[in-house]
């Protein structure tokens, strides 16, 4: 097998076939991260997610009967899919074999289902553990398909991007997708207490976390189990007596969990546009930041206010969209983060200002009418006449120039197509 696939079975280690960790001191100090060390080994050592394992769940029943079908393990970074797939494997009579998205590919696969194949004829099932399963082109997960339809591998792909659009609906209907939640802070402490405790594999009593430096971890982790097990590593290495003044000193800013082209990113965009629709100028203004200090174009940013300036505001306010196009120009000419606060001002201004969608709705059904009646004339009244013979036949005839009339009703004559006589674009 090629080092992009790894392989066990039942009574191998947890951890794909690698040697179990060896003992540790006390500190923590070993070649191995923490978070390996300390990765549950059963169900009843894994936290979090008791919707989907707890008592009476049909994952772990399946587990327990071992008939697992194919999953999906969606959730974001640290929330125990890699970990759940592994105490999987610990649990189920399968040949469990595992592959990673970012550096295998066709070639690996081919490898996998040779074995798996191989493994049948000894009346034994494959369980193929495909770590971020979003990685793999439309082509590669297809050629996963005809092996997960006969049987020939039970597939476990995890992903932190929404399977609806990076898994192939084919496959993904082959799939029981389970949705992993962040961590809540409850069992980051409790992860974080595990490893204080663990003598053997965990950093042991000798090190003492103040309950405000416990809290600081949590906070800054972002609910990523990894993150926060490395940091309380390197707080260790550095001290056993770890304090507030320990956790800023190694770590410079939250774990912001966000993907510019991930669903994270259209999560907060959607946040950010429904809090100034709904004039809340402070939850706008912190959307904004959640956006910007992770690392976000502030263009992008500000090419949805100048939308948002027309499509939210409108005609309500006319200032809206110079206000939304001079904080782009802002940021086209300074960059971040000095355009930071121009950006800042904008969104605090479309969030206080009087909304109308009228303008919206208005060209929404423009676009529905010219898809229903594209080809409507122009009426002869309204059509430039250059030549005689345009003048010959009605081209201009009876147009009144409005500016002439002192009233503006004596000109008024219909300037809608004759199917649409009448039609109220806006109120």
Known sequence: ???????????????????????????????????????????????????????????RKAMH?????????????????????????????????????????????????????HTRTQGKRTILFLDEIHRWNKSQQDALLPHVEQGIITLIGATTENPSFEVNA??????????????????????????????????????????????????????????????????????????????????????????????????????LHKSMRGSDADASLYWLGRMLEAGEDPLYVARRLVRFASEDVGLANSLALPQAVAAYQACMYIGMPECELALAQVVAYLAKCKKSVALYEGYSAVKRDIQNLPDDPVPLHLRNAPTALMKDLGYGKDYKYTPQFDNPDDAKKTYLPERLRGRRYLP
């Open 1 to 59: 097998m090629k080092k992009a696939m790894k392989k066990t079975t039942a009574g191998d280690s947890w951890r794909g076939g690698l040697s179990p960790a060896a003992p540790v001191d006390t500190r923590g100090k070993s070649e191995t991260p923490l978070a390996d060390r300390m990765r549950p080994r059963t169900l009843d050592e894994f936290v979090g997610q008791s919707s989907l394992v707890g008592d009476g769940t049909f994952l």
């Open 170 to 271: 084919a496959l993904l209907s082959r799939a029981r997708v389970f949705v992993l939640e962040r961590l809540s802070d409850e069992a980051m402490s409790d992860i974080i207490t595990h490893a204080l405790a663990d003598t053997q594999r965990g950093l042991g009593m000798d090190v003492v976390l103040s309950d405000e430096a416990r809290a600081l971890i949590v906070r800054f982790s972002g609910g990523d189990a990894r993150v926060a097990l490395g940091m309380l590593e390197i707080a260790a290495t550095e001290t056993d007596q770890i304090s507030v003044e320990t956790i800023k000193m190694i770590v410079q800013r939250p774990n912001l969990r966000y993907d510019k082209t991930g669903e994270e990113h259209y999560h907060i965009i959607s946040a």
């Open 65 to 117: 009967t071992d008939s697992v079908p194919s999953l999906i393990f969606w959730g974001p970074p640290g929330s125990g899919k890699t970990t759940l797939a592994h105490i999987i494997a610990s649990e189920t009579d399968a040949l469990f074999l595992t592959m990673s998205a970012v550096n295998s590919g066709i070639a690996e696969l081919r490898e996998v289902i040779e074995t798996a194949e």
